[in-house]
């Protein structure tokens, strides 16, 4: 750690515990030896998985957000448990929302989706060994599933209906390991 | 948009309002006319800077991040004033944040950083035409300016020191370039 960048906390306080977040205030103090405040969301983690079938093809995901008021096309994708393994969960999430279950499936990265305000760490997944499982989605959870070319992520890229993080991630993957042969 | 993935809002409470994010509490109908709770961050979006060299290294921020407790490594980037043109901070930001100028500077992408609890937008920039400006931080930002090669950068995710989503873009973003010829 360098000491010349350090905020230390001097006071905070938690403003609210979600089902999924908390908002914790910290008053810091600089390197510089003044005071600022930090609006800090702590948030579980979550796993993410490129899903490739046999047929060479992307298994996405289409899902409302709320935040955004629409939906977007993304990876399957999952927030962890408390306390559970990112692997585990990456095998659960993918069958749950897919009903695909991957026969092998190998850590990509882990990437801080945003490092400014949040603690949220995503882990990354890649499978091209899938076998069907069994559907198995919670109470909210409403999403629909694709299946689509390389070629058609980047054109749904194009028309931001593929429109976050880990899914353009994703994208540029497949593309660097020389697309989905 | 699909009616049959909708969400519609039945109430909601606001429960802090920040310097940068606010906090909402929504009450939804799911489409099965079940209801569920949504916990959403408005953020105000954010730029980040693909920015080369002359000497062919790209130029990088070490940071402490106060949700992180730690200093990671990330692309300059920088919030969004309110109703700011996106292009204008990018261009701003940089060479406040490095004290490079860019001569031309051109649109990459954007995308959602955690469409599942927050609406914060990234907008991507690219520049390898930089003179040198003038540095201009804000009061509470304390970083180090770093200029690395690809691989040096490649090193850097290794070891897990560039850690956060849209600087692994950034290096995948360069990589399916070519490099940095």
Redesign the interface.
């Known amino acids: ?2 000491k ?4 230390k906390t001097i006071s905070e306080k938690t ?2 515990n ?4 908390d ?1 914790v ?2 008053d ?1 103090e ?3 030896g ?1 005071t ?8 579980p983690g ?1 796993v993410a998985i490129i899903a490739v079938t046999e047929s060479k093809k992307i298994v996405l995901i ?7 008021e ?3 096309i ?1 990876i399957p ?1 999952g ?1 962890l448990e408390k306390g559970e393994d990112p692997l585990k969960c990456a095998k659960r999430e993918l069958e749950e929302e897919t009903g695909y279950k991957p026969k092998e499936i190998e850590a990509v ?12 760490l ?1 882990h990354i997944y890649f499978t091209d060994k899938l076998e069907l499982g069994e559907v198995n989605r919670d ?2 959870e ?3 599933v694709l299946e689509v070319t390389l070629e058609e992520a980047e054109a749904l ?1 194009e028309k ?1 209906l593929i ?7 994703a994208i ?2 497949l ?2 390991k020389g697309g989905l042969l």
């Open positions: 750690m360098e010349k960048l350090f905020e403003i609210f979600g089902r999924i977040i908002l205030l910290k810091v600089l390197p510089d003044k600022s405040k930090r609006e800090i969301i702590n948030h979550a289409n899902q409302f957000r709320k935040p955004l629409k939906t977007i993304e994708a927030k990265t882990s990437f801080y989706t945003s490092p400014g305000f949040a603690d949220e995503v109470d909210d409403f999403l629909d890229i931001q429109h976050d993080a880990k899914t353009v991630y540029q993957y593309k660097l």
